[in-house]
């Protein structure tokens, strides 16, 4: 099967040039081999939008891989409580490296 994509730009021609009963059967098909809803569909055969690319957005990412690993140990230490139930732990100083895991700089320190 081809990508979404090729397929917009295959179809979204003679979409557009079709008559009512040819878009229906056209859109009919076209849901079925992407799976998106019909609106959805329809717009991005008429040309509305360009279809959305996959992958990370850039920018995204707040804090470095040593700050995850440690929020990692602590979460799994933690026996993998939630965010709202993590917070007061976290606020407070505790990371002094007494169990063996505080060998971090105090940037990384700083962000937890």
């Known amino acids: ?10 179809i979204s021609c003679r979409y557009v040039l079709g008559g009512r009963a040819e878009k229906a059967r056209m859109l009919d098909e076209f849901v079925a081999l992407t ?6 569909a329809m717009r991005l055969l008429r040309g509305e939008r360009e279809p959305a690319k996959g ?10 891989d040593d700050v995850r690993a440690a929020l990692v140990v602590v979460w799994e230490a933690s026996d993998r409580i939630c965010a709202s139930d993590y917070t007061p732990v ?11 895991h505080g060998d ?7 962000q937890l």
């Open 1 to 10: 099967m081809a990508t979404r994509v090729e397929l917009v730009a295959a």
């Open 35 to 40: 799976g998106f809803h019909r609106k959805h």
């Open 55 to 64: 992958g990370p957005r850039p920018g995204r990412r707040v804090y470095g």
């Open 90 to 100: 976290a606020n407070t100083d505790r990371s002094d490296g007494r169990h063996g």
């Open 104 to 110: 971090m700089n105090s940037e990384t320190r700083r």
